[in-house]
Each structure stands twice: as C-alpha cells, then as structure tokens.
C-alpha cells in the first residue's frame, strides 16, 4: 500500500471534514459556497484514491463547476446581506446538533460492528504475500517474453475482504470479468438480473478487444476500471433504461427551473 | 509490536475509514440541513450528503471489484443537478414574493 495513499488519504478526509464543518458554520453564504468548492474538489481527490477515475473528473465538472456556479449566482443575485438575520444560539441548534451526532455514532457503531482490526491486519499480511508472487510470476513472464508464450493468469484468489488492495489486484479482477465476458463464461448480467436472457452472450465491443500485437502483455494490466469505457459501456447496456430517463428528468427539471423562475407576466 | 501493526492497520485506509468519513460527512450534513435558516445553506447541506452517499456507492464499488456503484453514483450527480437547478428556481421565486430565503417563514404551499 506504500506511505503516500494514506496520507493522501488521511489529508482529504480531514480536508473533507473540515470544510463540510466550515459549509455549516459559515456566516456569509458566499463563504460557504467556496468552502462547498473546496469539499468537492477533496471529494473528487478520495474518488481517485478510489480508482473511481470518471466519476473524479465529473465530479469536478458537474459539482465543483456548473452547480456551484449556479449556486453562487443566486446568492449574487439575491444579494443576501441585508435579509441575513441576526441568529444566535436556540435550544433546537443543540438538540439538532446532539441528534446529527448520535445519528452519526450509530452509524459509526453500525460499520465498526462489522470489521474486526485484526482480521484486517491478517488478511492485509495475505494480500501482501499475493501481491509479492503475482509480481514474481510477472518477473518470469518478462523473461519469457521473447517466446510469446502467454503468462500464466493472475491469482485473484479474492483478495476482496477490504478495501486496501492494490491498484494491481483491482485491475486483475476486472480484467478477469471481462475475460470472462468475452469468452461467454459469464454475462454482465449474471446472478442480477435472472431474467435476463441468460444466453445471450456479453461481445466486448471492438475497442476493448484484445490487440493480438499486445498478447504479451501481461494479463490484469488493462487498467480499465474507473474509467470512462466501462462505465459508458454499462450505460448503454444494462443501464440503458435509467439514462434515457436521466435526459426526461433533466428536460422536466429545465422547463420547471424555466417557469419557476420566469417573472409573471402580467 | 503487536501495537505497531495495529497501529498501521488503522493508518492504511480501509473500506471501513471510507465509509465512517461518509457516515461523518452524511451527520455534518444533516445538522446543517436541522440548523441553518437559510434556504440556500440548507440546499448546500443537502449537496454534502448526496456526496457522502456518493462516496459510499463508490467505496463499495472498489470493494466488490465491480462498477455498478459508479453508475448508481453517476445517477445520483444527475438527479442532484436537476435538483438544485429546480431548487434555486423555487428560491428565486420565493425571494420576489417574501423578500427573504428563510425557512422558517416558509409556512404557505401558495405562490
């Protein structure tokens, strides 16, 4: 796991935290904006240290640029200053206070209950062990190189327990679903969706079909998960439904937005 | 040693760091939806624990090797964006009727 990712880890989740306080704290509404800005971007930052590499970017694009846009130009135009209210402590700050933190403890127990530390240590010593021979077995591939004879396939003997595998370990189970995939062992949709036509089999489309000059390339290295051809590729697939619905709700909520604001002609 | 590699276990993240920070962001979030008057603060709060939950889909994700949560989170960008664009309409049109944004003197379902 190395010392940099959880540090950055650890620099983003406080980063995250603090500005969140900050969003709930600030006086000004313009401040809380920015500092709303800032809470994107740190969030954006854990999506990467999440692999989540798309969802980063859009995050970025559609959260830290157009809504906060959006939201600073109604506080310009609103010009809040003057209908800002004097507030001063009220008995229902703390009792709201108090309630977001015990809901915020019961969840803490909720997930806490559920992971015992030392089971994580152990298997984090396996993983680590896993990750030492597949890079071994990776040397030897390197070394037969030259004959074209194809490496052996990467243990995935599912490391899948936490969260703190490695970049390496992720990729190699994504590409040992679309292997799957492509030969037809599997289709997305197995044991989700029963009825689902379960003989149709999954073709990758040409893009992600395996260059045959590429063949020695070690298996796992295809570093797609995260990215946008995956998640593209499920939208138009099984999610397809859900998006077209996606462009109705975003049309529905343009016209609204249009007529709410628009002033009444008289 | 024993303590030393407790100690690590708690420093390198796990899928439990990243959804207690979720759970914290989600509270933090919460309390400001339950404090603040302000309707536009209110509608922040309410972006925050979309992210939190963002972020649970996509740990999830990470942790079962599959990408379903990112298309689930994807979703939930959508729907936020539609949200706060019919959001801040309904404040603009609140503001010209009352001359203000605070919740508590939002009491009528008229306008």
């Known amino acids: ?266 | 040693m024993a303590w030393v590699s407790t100690l690590i276990s708690y420093w390198e993240p796990t899928l439990a760091h990243y959804l207690l920070l979720s759970a914290a962001v989600f509270s933090i979030g919460l309390i400001g939806v339950m404090v603040r008057r302000n309707a536009l603060i209110v509608f922040m709060s309410i972006e925050l624990m979309l992210n939190s939950v963002n972020l649970s889909f996509i740990s999830f994700a990470r942790y079962r090797f599959e990408m379903d949560g990112h298309v689930f989170a994807f979703f939930i960008m959508a729907v936020a964006a539609a949200e706060a664009a019919v959001a801040l309409a309904i404040v603009i049109h609140v503001f010209r009727h009352k001359r203000g944004v605070n919740v508590d003197e939002m009491q009528e379902l008229k306008y």
Request: include cysteine.
């Open chain 1, 1 to 266: 796991m190395g010392f940099w990712e959880p540090l950055f880890f650890w620099l983003f989740a406080f980063g995250a935290l603090i500005t969140s306080c900050a969003v709930i704290v600030m006086r000004n509404p313009l401040y809380c904006a920015l500092t709303l800005i800032a809470d994107f971007f740190c969030f954006a930052a854990l999506y990467v240290l999440l692999s989540a590499h798309f969802l980063a970017v859009v995050q970025i694009l559609v959260y830290g640029g157009a809504i906060m846009v959006l939201f600073l130009f109604i506080i310009m135009l609103l010009n809040m200053r003057r209908v800002r209210p004097a507030s001063r402590f009220q008995v229902h700050y703390a009792i709201a206070t108090i309630a977001g933190i015990m809901m915020f403890l019961f969840a803490a127990w909720a997930i806490l209950s559920a992971v015992d530390m030392e089971e994580v240590a152990e298997e984090r010593e396996r993983v680590a062990e896993q990750i030492e021979e597949v890079e071994q077995e990776e040397e030897e591939v390197a070394l037969r190189t030259a004959s074209a004879i194809p490496g052996p396939e990467a243990p995935v003997d599912a490391p899948v327990l936490y969260a703190d595998v490695n970049e390496l370990a992720v990729e190699q189970a994504y590409a040992q679903t679309l292997r799957a995939w492509r030969d037809g062992h599997a289709t997305p949709s197995d044991h989700k969706y029963p009825d689902f036509d379960p003989d149709r089999t999954y073709e990758l489309p040409p893009s992600l079909q395996p260059d045959p000059e590429q063949a020695h390339v070690v298996p796992g290295r295809e570093g797609l998960y995260g990215t946008f051809k995956p998640v593209s590729i499920m939208l138009v697939n099984r999610f397809v439904i859900p998006f077209e619905l996606t462009a109705v709700l975003l049309l529905a909520s343009i016209v609204g937005a249009m007529i709410l604001a628009k002033r009444r002609v008289a």
